[in-house]
């Protein structure tokens, strides 16, 4: 089994910042990648950001130079460190990791429980 136990989200001014977590456990051979992504209410669920294994990374346009993705291999974690958060950023946030659970497996998604991230004006 694998478990993504996501941390950090919670109520925030705008303009201020918040460090999300995410830590993968469980049966894990590897990891291919690791995102974040939110889901705000009447919404469709959207990638905010994205890191590889050798650490390449991708954002959304709209939180690209705002937001900072990273990762942790030896921990299995994944970081979002959000900074200038607008009221639109208001959301509920989704950890994703890809991986294999075991070495003649193939990869899949496994979704975290969800953080709600909220931004006041």
């Known amino acids: 089994q694998v478990q993504l136990v996501e941390s950090g989200g919670g109520l925030v001014e705008a303009g201020g910042s918040l460090r999300l977590s995410c830590a993968a456990s469980g049966s894990i051979f590897s990891i291919n990648s690791m995102g974040w992504y939110r889901q705000a209410p009447g919404k469709q669920r959207e990638l905010v950001a994205g890191?590889?294994?050798?650490?390449?990374?991708n954002y959304d346009s709209s939180v690209k130079g705002r937001f900072t993705i990273s990762r942790d291999n030896a921990k299995n974690t994944v970081y979002l460190q959000m900074n200038r958060v607008k009221p639109e950023d208001t959301a509920v946030y989704y950890c994703?990791?890809?991986?294999?659970?075991?070495?003649?497996?193939?990869?899949?998604?496994?979704w975290g429980q969800g953080t709600q991230v909220i931004v006041s004006s």
């Open positions: 994703n990791a890809y991986l294999r659970a075991t070495w003649y497996g193939a990869p899949s998604d496994y």
């Open positions: 890191i590889i294994s050798g650490g390449s990374t």
